[in-house]
């Protein structure tokens, strides 16, 4: 059974700059794209940013430019650098892993807290 575990989550200010990381274990070359989502309080989950297995990229439009997503295959861990924070970045983050059985599953972690203050 494939689990996703997160790390790097807190509480930082405004123009600051932290690092999530989402290490997937139980998982092989059947691992397909993964990436970030968040969910602020009182308001749906939104993707962030993801990246495939060939390393291609896509950032939602309100983190270009400011948050970078990264992924090393040899431990099977992704990252988001994300650097000029603002308030309303402020949600939990959860990553993700699709992963290619008959269908497509997708796991998630447990989601880390982000918190920037003003």
């Known amino acids: 059974q494939a689990q996703l575990v997160e790390s790097g989550g807190g509480l930082v200010q405004a123009g600051g700059s932290l690092r999530l990381s989402c290490a997937a274990s139980?998982?092989?070359?059947?691992?397909?794209?993964m990436g970030w989502y968040r969910q602020a309080p009182g308001k749906q989950r939104e993707l962030v940013a993801t990246i495939g297995r060939d390393g291609n990229t896509n950032n939602a439009a309100a983190v270009k430019g400011r948050f970078t997503i990264s992924r090393y295959s040899a431990n099977n861990t992704v990252y988001l650098q994300m650097n000029s924070l603002r308030p309303e970045d402020t949600a939990v983050y959860y990553c993700?892993?699709?992963?290619?059985?008959?269908?497509?599953?997708?796991?998630w972690g447990q989601g880390t807290q982000v918190t920037v203050s003003s």
């Open positions: 139980g998982t092989d070359s059947r691992m397909s794209a």
């Open positions: 993700y892993m699709d992963y290619q059985r008959t269908v497509v599953v997708r796991y």
